[in-house]
């Protein structure tokens, strides 16, 4: 069956960077538009960013300029870097991966980012 397994979260300083990692398997991985979402503390979630089958992306405004998603098909793996993070960004992180149209959506169980000094 497809798996969603997220790595990389944990406590950082603001300012600090981080990367987040999304390994894939059971399914065809670049087939699947990627995408990482947050879910803050009494915050619904939220979409951070994605890209596609293709490689373009997509971002947050909130996080534009900040972040970047990126894709190794080889690897069956995105990640999300995460650069001068703040304390808004401290929330859980969602790897989700969807093909749009069919009734693929599938979710990672989240990786928790904490930003406080």
């Known amino acids: 069956q497809v798996q969603l397994v997220e790595s990389g979260g944990g406590l950082v300083q603001p300012g600090g960077s981080l990367r987040l990692s999304c390994a894939a398997s059971g399914m065809i991985f670049k087939a699947y538009r990627m995408a990482w979402y947050r879910q803050a503390p009494g915050k619904k979630r939220e979409l951070v960013a994605h890209?596609?089958?293709?490689?373009?992306?997509n971002y947050a405004d909130s996080v534009k300029d900040r972040f970047a998603i990126s894709r190794d098909n080889a690897k069956n793996t995105v990640y999300l870097q995460m650069n001068s993070l703040n304390a808004e960004d401290t929330a859980d992180y969602y790897c989700?991966?969807?093909?749009?149209?069919?009734?693929?959506?599938?979710w990672g169980q989240g990786t928790q980012v904490t930003v406080s000094s």
């Open positions: 890209i596609t089958s293709g490689g373009s992306t």
């Open positions: 989700n991966a969807a093909i749009v149209g069919l009734p693929l959506d599938y």
